[in-house]
């Protein structure tokens, strides 16, 4: 059974950081290219970023570009995504998925396996 378990939201005040995590098993982890979307209340869910299964490549939502990575590590089966200088409109539900192509992904259609999300706020 895949199971992805993200950790790491909180609430934070506007141009602070925070770093989540998503931890992965029931997969072989260093195959799956791994996104990270958020959904925000009322709005659709949103593409935020990637990264291919190797780590050689990712790709950024044009909002989060400059103050999010995403980085990963194979084998500790978890991806991450390091936001900083957060603002008030980054304040959403953040969840982790796998992808099977192994890319970097921006169709939340492409991926297969999803976690049950983060609460992040960031108050003004």
């Known amino acids: 059974q895949v199971r992805l378990v993200e950790s790491g939201g909180g609430l934070v005040q506007a141009g602070g950081s925070l770093r989540l995590s998503c931890a992965a098993s029931?997969?072989?982890?260093?195959?799956?290219?791994m996104g990270w979307f958020r959904q925000a209340p009322g709005k659709e869910r949103e593409f935020v970023g990637a990264?291919?299964?190797?780590?050689?490549?990712?790709a950024y939502a044009d909002s989060v570009k400059g103050r999010f990575t995403v980085t990963r590590d194979n084998a500790k089966n978890t991806v991450y995504l390091q936001m900083n200088n957060l603002k008030p409109e980054d304040t959403a539900v953040y969840y982790c998925?796998?992808?099977?192509?192994?890319?970097?992904?921006?169709?939340?259609?492409?991926?297969?396996?999803w976690g049950q999300g983060t609460q992040v706020t960031a108050s003004s």
């Open positions: 990264i291919k299964w190797s780590g050689g490549s990712t």
């Open positions: 998925a796998a992808a099977w192509r192994g890319g970097t992904e921006q169709n939340a259609n492409d991926y297969r396996h």
């Open positions: 029931g997969l072989t982890f260093s195959l799956y290219g």
